[in-house]
């Protein structure tokens, strides 16, 4: 399984990014997926997630100005940011839990990891 993460970019502030994440391999099904972020020298955090019906979960930091969607036809994550601030600065992942059959455990994985940068 493989978590392929695009999107990153180099944006001014105020701008706009959208992110995206395809889940490929052997995949049964795939409950939550996610979006981290680590900005540098600090510890990563959790910048939203989405259920497989669709329900979401933000951080304080970036609702109303964050949306994060899936497809799940395409076993994709998107993360649409607007109104970004250079503290949106970050190496953003996606992440989720998935199983590779219908008697396999459901497991954690994690994408590579793409930057975004936000100019001032």
């Known amino acids: 399984v493989q978590l392929q993460a695009s999107g990153g970019g180099l944006v001014q502030a105020g701008g706009s990014l959208r992110l995206s994440c395809a889940a490929s391999?052997?995949?049964?099904?795939?409950?939550?997926m996610g979006w981290y972020r680590r900005a540098q020298g600090k510890q990563r955090e959790l910048v939203a997630t989405?259920?497989?019906?669709?329900?979401?979960t933000y951080a304080d930091s970036v609702k109303g100005r964050f949306t994060i969607s899936r497809d799940n036809a395409k076993n994709t994550v998107y993360l649409q940011m607007n109104s970004l601030k250079p503290e949106d600065t970050a190496v953003y992942y996606c992440?989720?839990?998935?199983?590779?059959?219908?008697?396999?455990?459901?497991?954690?994985?994690w994408g590579q990891g793409t930057q975004v940068t936000v100019s001032s």
């Open positions: 992440n989720a839990d998935l199983r590779q059959s219908i008697v396999g455990r459901t497991l954690n994985y």
């Open positions: 989405v259920s497989s019906r669709g329900t979401t």
């Open positions: 391999g052997s995949i049964y099904s795939i409950s939550d």
